[in-house]
């Protein structure tokens, strides 16, 4: 996926009325205001009380789902025709901030502003970002992505992550 293709369906989303996060890899590049790698789709957050919205405008727009192992009402992968994939996470809060539904995104973790070729986006915030990156084996992907975010915020960097 491309930064115009996220650029794109980030402000279709937003005037249809739909609040998305940015988060994955796109996520790490938007928080470090530059692309630093191909990214095969866009990972979003999407509250629980848009994701229907959002997977109808997705459908009619010609994605449909992608079938996987892990897929549920509040984690699924659409994919157009043109191969484009867009990864959603729903979640939802209560009114003290609780995490109770979906995908845990802690409160506060979606403060994030980033900007994808120049353009300011929503996206998990920087703190928050490192903290789910590291929370994982990482793939080579990933440890680059751990390494920009530590250098770039001086975050701590976790010993697996040292370069050999």
Not at 26 to 42: F, N, S
Not at 88 to 98: P, S, T
Request: glycine fraction near 8%; proline fraction near 4%.
């Amino acid at each position: 996926m491309q930064a115009a293709d996220v650029l794109s369906l980030y402000s279709w989303l937003k005037d249809n009325g739909i609040a998305i996060w940015i988060d994955g890899g796109w996520c790490v590049d938007a928080l470090l205001g530059k692309q630093t790698r191909e990214h095969p789709d866009l990972d979003i957050a999407v509250n629980r009380n848009d994701n229907a919205k959002l997977r109808n405008l997705l459908e009619s727009s010609g994605y449909k789902e992608e079938p996987r192992n892990d897929t549920a009402e509040w984690m699924y992968v659409m994919k157009n025709p043109d191969g484009k994939q867009v990864d959603v996470h729903a979640f939802e809060y209560d009114e003290d901030g609780k995490n109770i539904y979906g995908i845990e995104y802690p409160y506060g973790s979606l403060t994030g502003k980033g900007k994808i070729n120049g353009q300011v986006v929503n996206c998990i915030d920087p703190k928050w970002m490192f903290k789910f990156k590291t929370a994982y084996e990482p793939k080579e992907k990933d440890l680059n992505d751990v390494r920009a975010l530590s250098s770039h915020f001086g975050f701590v960097l976790p010993e697996r992550y040292w370069e050999a």
